[in-house]
């Protein structure tokens, strides 16, 4: 169920990226309350290694953001910066620094060590895409984003079409920051993540005693974007049941609660996004014409990547800049990650059927295979399933250091770089005495295994094994049909 997600000191909504020993993902922040870190795939947020207690910390969501250890066998350490200087410290929670009831105050960029697994606070992507590093270079995105700027001073619903990773999230955060709302929330959900048997009370909250474990009044998450925007996420995913009441609430401007007797008023502007023509959807009765017309007060299309190449170098280099910085702070070098001419030119050749997000997983690979060189085409790794001559659909899944393949990983006693990356992973990782057909095909091998793990420890299940391996379920399915495996079935 997506929440409103905690701000970070300077406004916008943080993310995790959790690496382990066999994974990488990464996961938005609630907008409050705490968030327990553990092994236990019950625990808030789940960090899959074996080096992790079950219930490990728990973040408390503040303000301001903290972290305290529950007695785990590990311990619990914080990477943090100054905000005031470019030295580092590192802190371990509970342990005489200074805290507050045992906790340590965070902030983005720092990292926590749960053990051997790291977890990465920073700004959730589209927001930092969205405020100072917005890339317009196409003609027809900013015919998009001139038109997004008109309309977002009035009150009227705008609905984003686009194919999947194209940015629609990021086009509704300038719409939202462009409008009379600006100061109000900003309410992310994604249908996708919607379960239905919950989403009713979680909507649009519920009272006391309206149903077995109700044991308070709860506002639902419409309310507290009272006064400003609701961003819905791949609408045309709503289940029918939904859809009835969100066309209710959307006509009427008020919410009841599951429970209440008395409807609640509410203030709010509707965006919705979808990569799927909401009309076929119509004509063949999966979704509902009135709620259609409801939202679709103004379309905006938002064009592929494929077909906006003057934007590819730009982002690339703002990707693997930021990637740096975030695996490798300590690094002088952090802020500068060279793109050869020979990876950039591969890079605009590329049909990019993930867009931006298949974009920004292939850099964030690159800069780890690079291991602080230059970034060359060898390093990519760009798939042949989406090359311009064998289309494909979906992006690559991203590697870590760590998820080196098992031929090229050194035993559990061989030594670690200052990076974290076994000595005898250097091959693999630098590039080095393989050529590019090698290592693509040793690291599609590595990816079909990871494939196969995350479904086994996640008992079939498909949107857990695609949150554990960072991708979208989507994409897993794709790469499940891609390689041949069997589809799952949930224990």
Same mark, same amino acid.
């Given at each position: 169920?997506?929440?409103?997600?905690?701000?970070?000191?300077?406004?916008?909504?943080? *993310?995790?990226l959790?690496?382990?020993?066999? +994974?990488?993902?990464?996961?938005?922040l609630?907008?409050?309350?705490?968030?327990?870190?553990?092994?236990?795939?019950?625990?808030g947020?789940?960090?899959?290694?074996?080096?992790?207690?079950?219930?490990?910390?728990?973040?408390?969501?503040?303000?301001?953001?903290?972290i305290?250890d529950?007695?785990?066998?590990?311990?619990?350490r914080?990477?943090?910066?100054?905000?005031?200087?470019?030295?580092?410290?590192?802190?371990?929670?509970?342990k005489?620094?200074?805290a507050?009831?045992?906790?340590?105050?965070?902030?983005?960029?720092?990292?926590?060590?749960?053990?051997?697994?790291?977890?990465?606070?920073?700004?959730? &992507?589209?927001?930092?895409?969205?405020?100072?590093?917005v890339?317009?270079?196409d003609?027809?995105?900013?015919?998009?984003?001139?038109?997004?700027?008109r309309?977002?001073?009035?009150?009227?619903n705008?609905?984003?079409?686009? *194919?999947?990773?194209?940015g629609? @999230?990021?086009?509704?955060?300038?719409?939202h920051?462009?409008?009379?709302?600006?100061?109000? /929330?900003?309410?992310?959900?994604?249908?996708?993540?919607?379960?239905? +048997?919950?989403?009713?009370?979680?909507?649009?909250?519920?009272?006391?005693?309206?149903?077995?474990g109700?044991?308070r009044?709860?506002?639902?998450?419409?309310?507290?974007?009272?006064?400003?925007?609701?961003?819905?996420?791949?609408?045309?995913?709503?289940?029918?049941?939904?859809?009835?009441?969100?066309?209710?609430?959307?006509?009427?401007?008020?919410?009841?609660?599951?429970?209440g007797?008395?409807?609640?008023?509410?203030d709010?502007?509707?965006?919705?996004?979808?990569?799927?023509?909401?009309?076929?959807?119509?004509?063949?009765?999966?979704?509902?014409? &009135?709620?259609?017309?409801?939202?679709?007060?103004?379309?905006?299309?938002?064009?592929?990547?494929? @077909?906006?190449?003057?934007?590819?170098?730009?982002?690339?280099?703002?990707?693997?800049?930021r990637?740096?910085? *975030?695996?490798?702070?300590?690094?002088?070098?952090?802020?500068?990650?060279?793109?050869? /001419?020979?990876?950039l030119?591969?890079?605009?050749?590329?049909?990019?059927?993930?867009?931006?997000?298949?974009?920004?997983?292939?850099?964030?690979?690159?800069v780890?295979?690079?291991?602080?060189?230059?970034?060359?085409?060898?390093?990519l790794?760009?798939?042949?399933?989406?090359?311009?001559?064998?289309?494909?659909?979906?992006?690559?899944? /991203?590697?870590?250091?760590?998820?080196a393949?098992?031929?090229?990983?050194?035993?559990?006693?061989?030594?670690?770089?200052?990076?974290?990356?076994? &000595?005898?992973?250097?091959?693999?990782?630098?590039?080095?005495?393989?050529?590019?057909?090698?290592?693509? &095909?040793?690291?599609?091998?590595?990816?079909?295994?990871?494939?196969?793990?995350?479904?086994?420890?996640?008992?079939?299940?498909?949107t857990?094994?695609?949150?554990?391996?960072?991708?979208?379920?989507?994409?897993?399915?794709e790469?499940?049909?891609?390689?041949g495996?069997?589809?799952?079935?949930?224990?």
């Open positions: 169920m997506a929440e409103p997600e905690v701000l970070s000191r300077d406004g916008g909504p943080l *993310e995790v959790i690496i382990t020993q066999s +994974s990488m993902s990464t996961r938005p609630p907008g409050s309350g705490s968030v327990v870190l553990g092994r236990d795939e019950d625990a947020l789940c960090v899959p290694d074996s080096s992790v207690s079950r219930r490990h910390a728990v973040l408390h969501l503040g303000p301001p953001l903290r305290e529950l007695g785990s066998s590990n311990g619990t914080v990477r943090t910066r100054h905000s005031s200087a470019a030295t580092e410290r590192l802190i371990d929670v509970g005489g620094e200074p507050r009831d045992g906790a340590v105050e965070l902030s983005a960029g720092d990292v926590i060590y749960l053990g051997a697994a790291r977890v990465i606070l920073r700004q959730k &992507d589209g927001e930092r895409g969205a405020r100072k590093d890339i317009v270079k003609d027809a995105m900013r015919a998009v984003y001139e038109l997004a700027e309309v977002a001073k009035g009150p009227i705008i609905l984003l079409l686009g *194919e999947t990773g194209a629609k @999230e990021v086009l509704a955060e300038s719409i920051r462009a409008s009379p709302r600006a100061g109000r /929330p900003l309410l992310r959900l994604s249908c996708v993540a919607l379960s239905e +048997s919950l989403l009713e009370s979680e909507l649009f909250g519920h009272e006391r005693g309206a149903f077995t109700a044991v009044a709860k506002p639902g998450l419409l309310e507290t974007a009272e006064g400003g925007t609701v961003f819905l996420d791949e609408i045309g995913e709503l289940p029918p049941s939904i859809q009835a009441k969100l066309l209710r609430v959307i006509e009427e401007r008020k919410v009841m609660r599951v429970g007797l008395t409807p609640t008023k509410i709010v502007r509707f965006i919705s996004a979808t990569h799927r023509n909401l009309e076929v959807e119509v004509s063949r009765g999966a979704f509902r014409q &009135d709620l259609y017309f409801r939202l679709n007060g103004v379309t905006l299309t938002i064009p592929p990547l494929r @077909e906006r190449p003057g934007e590819v170098a730009a982002l690339a280099q703002l990707f693997a800049e990637t740096t910085k *975030e695996l490798f702070p300590s690094e002088a070098s952090a802020a500068a990650v060279p793109l050869s /001419p020979a990876a030119a591969a890079l605009q050749r590329h049909s990019w059927p993930g867009n931006i997000r298949e974009l920004r997983n292939v850099v964030e690979r690159a780890i295979l690079a291991n602080g060189a230059p970034i060359g085409p060898e390093h790794l760009l798939s042949p399933l989406a090359d311009p001559t064998r289309p494909s659909h979906e992006p690559s899944l /991203p590697v870590h250091p760590s998820q393949p098992a031929s090229a990983a050194a035993s559990p006693n061989a030594k670690v770089n200052a990076r974290g990356v076994p &000595d005898g992973a250097r091959g693999v990782i630098d590039g080095a005495g393989a050529s590019p057909t090698r290592l693509r &095909d040793t690291m599609e091998a590595h990816e079909r295994e990871r494939i196969v793990q995350a479904l086994e420890q996640c008992m079939g299940n498909q857990r094994a695609a949150a554990l391996l960072g991708i979208s379920r989507r994409t897993l399915v790469r499940i049909r891609v390689y495996l069997p589809r799952p079935r949930k224990a």
